[in-house]
């Protein structure tokens, strides 16, 4: 187990992740419990194969820095929780785990041939300023392969449940803003914080630093999750989440 870091000197990052890292720990390690379960395996089919060095930007407690692992990467994962570093640290003895700030990344120019940013971008303020770290850390020839609650999904909310439930957007879509729920699952709550960006914000951010869109998903949640689990049905019709992955 390797843990480094140091007084984080400008912090962009989510503080709530740290005041709900409890929290966490036990929603995000109750096998088949959150979402992550139904879509990692898309988002695993755009990661390219692994090379010298990946990086995940914002691994929590360590699930897909694990994952990346088993699959042969050479993972360097960083976090700006202590206490979710440390647990991440503590689930995988071989993974190297740095406390750092994903807008101020404590690495070299063109340290890792991949950035792994799952579902942590619109936990930053300085979202775009992540994005040009990532830039500055890759290779040229290296990628960054990126998970996102779906811009759509967090700008509004089923009216009604059902699987015709409209979906009704109030404000506006196009401004940035911030979000909070707690949601309640099996026993389990967990407060979620972070930042509803547009599309457009995360095409602007990758455009701004070079990187450009090779490849684009929009799961629907699959069938056979909606048998098990019928209020899923609606996230048949829109997506949950955004995937992507980007190259230099």
Known sequence: MRVAGATLPRMTFNRDWEAQAENWLAWARTPGHDAYWRYRDTFFALVPPPRA?????????????????????????????PTLLSAAAAADPEGRYV??????????EAS?????????????????????????????????????????????????????????????????????GTFEHDGLCMTFCGWSYPLE???????????RIEALREPGVPAEEVERHPEEAPWRRLPMFLMLRAAL
Do not use: K, W
Not at 55 to 80: K, M, Q, S, W, Y
Not at 201 to 208: D, F, K, P
């Open 201 to 211: 914000a995360y095409s602007r951010a990758l455009e701004a630093v070079g990187l």
């Open 53 to 81: 060095a990946t990086l995940e930007v914002g691994c929590g407690e360590g699930r897909v820095a694990r994952d990346l692992a088993a699959r042969g990467h050479r993972v360097t994962a960083v976090d700006a929780s």
């Open 112 to 180: 890792f041939d991949l950035v792994v940013a799952y579902n942590s971008l619109m936990d930053v303020q300085d979202m775009p300023g992540a994005v040009r770290e990532a830039a500055r850390v890759l290779r040229p020839d290296g990628h960054l392969c990126v998970c996102v609650t779906h811009p759509l999904a967090d700008a509004g909310r089923f009216a009604a449940s059902g699987a015709d439930a409209p979906f009704v957007i109030e404000g506006s879509y196009l401004e940035t803003q911030r979000f909070e």
């Open 99 to 108: 406390l750092a700030d994903a807008a101020e990344l404590p690495f070299d």
